[in-house]
């Protein structure tokens, strides 16, 4: 799912991306964040290039086996607050 900003399509979103979800993906980004419940988001600039404005975050949960992509065009700060707003929902 994107949405988009004013004059700025796909400013920010959350995938799945179909990889296998394993944590040393999320381990090789230069910022780690581990969860109480065991998910581990790794983010950074896009690209693996932290000079990028552009951020991304892949994100692995447990029970989950696919790899999450988060990203946003605004900093850090929105994609972790992203990430912190997402919850998990049993639809069985």
Same mark, same amino acid.
């Given at each position: 799912? +994107?949405?988009?900003?004013? !004059? #700025? /399509?796909? +400013? #920010? ?5 179909? @990889?296998? +979800? $394993? ?7 230069? *910022? =780690? =964040? /581990?969860? +109480?419940?065991?998910? @581990?988001? *790794? ?11 552009? /951020?991304?975050?892949?994100? %692995? &949960?447990?029970?989950? /086996? ?6 946003? !065009? #605004?900093?850090? $700060?929105?994609?972790?607050? &992203? %990430?912190?707003?997402?919850?998990? @929902?049993? %639809?069985?």
């Amino acid at each position: 799912m +994107a949405w988009d900003a004013d !004059g #700025f /399509r796909s +400013a #920010f979103g959350v995938a799945g991306t179909g @990889v296998g +979800a $394993d944590a040393s993906l999320a381990q090789r980004w230069p *910022g =780690v =964040v /581990r969860y +109480a419940d065991g998910s @581990v988001l *790794g983010y950074g600039g896009e690209g693996l290039d932290d000079s990028n404005p552009k /951020r991304l975050g892949e994100l %692995v &949960i447990p029970g989950q /086996r696919c790899l999450y992509q988060v990203w946003s !065009g #605004f900093g850090d $700060d929105h994609l972790l607050r &992203i %990430v912190s707003s997402l919850r998990y @929902v049993d %639809v069985g």
